[in-house]
């Protein structure tokens, strides 16, 4: 198979390629038009204001806002951190409390830990097994010094998608400035910050076929005004929310990738629904005991996230070392730690071991599909004959009565 | 993360997958590890009673490629070897033979904990052959 000597890339919800479309519109803004968009003096700086101008509408589009309510920045990490500590700083007088969640990206639950240090409450809300957090518990948890929920759209491991509608709803209700990390939704998903009433949203130009180092963060303009401390000091650009030189080339390319995604979001959801099937399908025809971790129905369409019992992650990537996924398992991760996500959901830490996120994308084949999922198969039933656990479950042991020598 | 050629070989091509029939005199049995770690390593033995000679060693491990690795090696390691010498087998030299990064140490000393369990196994089915070889 011609494909055998190019590696297979299916790790699309950590990032995309750029499209070449998206390439092709930036290529210009690192040469000839390099000049800086706040240079209001000259024509220069003018064609460069434009082209920025045109991006912002393009993101403003594709989740229903108005352009001026787009502040560029250099990704969603910044954007999390804008987010949470801009409101925590601007409605500190309002109130002390913020609510989140368990299965968040780094980015907002470091963000939320560095604000209780300087004496902000903060509720991680647990998730149900299927991803979700349960918007009982978030209505109780909701005080009048509450000032913040933040509560991603879809999750980056298990791409399961939250409940956004009905949590603005409660937001609004209650009074309280709605938050959402929209990275892995944003392009993949109908996203509409007014239907949804969300006030604030990150977004990531590198999840939805765009560069790398540009994001966004939506800040509601009327109803209710939205106002964020700034993080960035300095000249005041960006309604003085984020202060810097725009990234002129990366927003063009932001905007074009934007755009893209808005034209395509319906064949492109509908494509990777079905190569995501197709992909469990062909997996589950040969092997048993595997086990899809997160809600099978609420989820972003190119996501699939497995637990292949009796099999370490680690072990199993190194088996398909020519196609790209990742591992919940600790044994790939710098802290040896396995994946916290997994664990909020209840996934006992013998499966967390064993998980492959796959994230299939715009450049994914049903060809790639097939030959992926081959090769796990083999893999797996390889090192299934290689691995102790599966023998004793296939004798009838049950392994929670076998007395470990943990470490 | 970059696997040595070595590990890559192993990994590729484990030696003495299998298993010896733990019920048996003459086999030691070796379990170590647990599930929620992320690794178990199964290293067995098969020793001569009379000479101490550990003639066959079989592995099975659920564990990163390192992992497998180093319980390949280590059977390898142990066949040819008697008890004691066996016993000798440290988990650096592992870590040496194979060129593991320092994450992956810990495989190796699982490596060492396999054989050593496994050791004292067949010593607690041969308590006098045991003594005696420690005796001389
Ligand atoms: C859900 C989520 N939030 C935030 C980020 C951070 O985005 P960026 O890489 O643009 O900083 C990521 C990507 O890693 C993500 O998946
Ligand atoms: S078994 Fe986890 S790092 Fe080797």
């Not at chain 1, 020519?322 to 790939?332: E, K, L, P, R, Y």
Request: aromatic share 6%; proline share 3%.
């Amino acid at each position: 198979m011609a494909m055998s000597n190019r590696p297979i890339y299916m790790d699309n919800q950590a990032t995309t390629p750029v499209d070449p479309r998206v390439l092709e519109a930036m290529l210009p803004y690192f040469g000839e038009r390099f000049v800086n968009a706040a240079s209001r003096n000259h024509q220069f700086g003018w064609d460069a204001e434009e082209a920025v101008d045109n991006a912002r509408k393009q993101v403003a589009a594709l989740i229903n806002a108005h352009p001026k309510e787009i502040v560029f920045t250099s990704g969603a990490t910044e954007s999390d951190n804008l987010a949470l500590k801009g409101v925590a700083e601007m409605y500190g007088q309002k109130g002390d409390h913020i609510i989140t969640c368990v299965t968040e990206h780094k980015a907002i639950i470091d963000s939320a830990k560095h604000l209780e240090k300087q004496g902000v409450r903060v509720t991680f809300l647990p998730v149900e097994r299927n991803g979700l957090i349960d918007l009982d518990d978030l209505e109780r948890a909701i005080t009048d010094k509450t000032i913040l929920i933040s509560i991603m759209t879809a999750n980056n491991e298990v791409g399961v998608v939250q409940d956004i509608r009905e949590i603005g709803r409660i937001a609004r209700e209650r009074g309280v400035l709605f938050h959402t990390d929209a990275v892995q939704a944003v392009g993949k998903i109908p996203f509409d910050v007014q239907a949804m009433n969300v006030d604030i949203a990150s977004l990531s130009a590198h999840k939805m076929y765009g560069p790398k180092g540009v994001g966004a963060l939506y800040v509601r303009r009327r109803n209710p005004r939205v106002l964020l401390t700034p993080i960035i000091d300095g000249g005041g650009h960006e309604r003085g929310m984020r202060s810097g030189t725009l990234n002129v080339p990366g927003i063009v390319g932001f905007g074009r990738a934007a755009e893209l995604s808005m034209n395509e979001l319906e064949d492109e959801s509908r494509r990777l629904g079905a190569l995501r099937d197709r992909l469990l399908a062909r997996l589950r025809e040969k092997l048993d005991e595997i086990y899809i971790n997160g809600d099978m129905e609420r989820r972003i369409p190119g996501n699939l996230n497995i637990s292949f019992a009796y099999v370490e992650g680690e072990s199993l990537l190194m088996g398909i070392d020519d196609v790209a996924v990742s591992s919940g398992s600790a044994c790939t991760s710098a802290s040896l730690e396995p994946s916290y996500v997994l664990k909020a959901l209840g996934v006992g830490e013998d499966l967390a071991h064993t998980s492959i996120r796959f994230g299939l994308g715009r450049f994914n084949t049903e060809d790639e599909v097939d030959y992926v999922a081959d090769k796990v198969t083999g893999t797996v039933q390889r090192l299934r004959e290689l691995s102790p656990l599966y023998e004793m479950v296939k004798e009838g042991i049950d392994l929670s009565t076998v007395n470990w020598t943990a470490d | 993360m970059a696997y040595s050629d070595k590990v890559v070989d192993h990994y590729n091509n484990p030696r003495n997958v299998g298993s010896l029939d733990k019920g048996q005199d003459d086999v030691g049995t070796g379990l170590v590890g647990a599930p929620e770690c992320g690794d178990v390593m199964k290293l067995q033995i098969q020793v001569d009673d009379r000479s101490g000679v550990i003639e066959d060693a079989k592995f099975k491990t659920f564990g990163c490629g390192s992992a497998i690795a180093s319980s390949s090696l280590a059977t390898e390691w142990v066949k040819g070897k008697t008890v004691d010498e066996a016993l000798e087998i440290k988990n650096t030299d592992i870590v040496k033979e194979l060129s593991l990064p320092p994450v992956k140490i810990h495989c190796s000393v699982l490596a060492e904990d396999a054989i050593k369990a496994a050791i004292s196994d067949w010593k607690a089915k041969h308590p006098a052959e045991a003594s005696a070889e420690t005796a001389g």
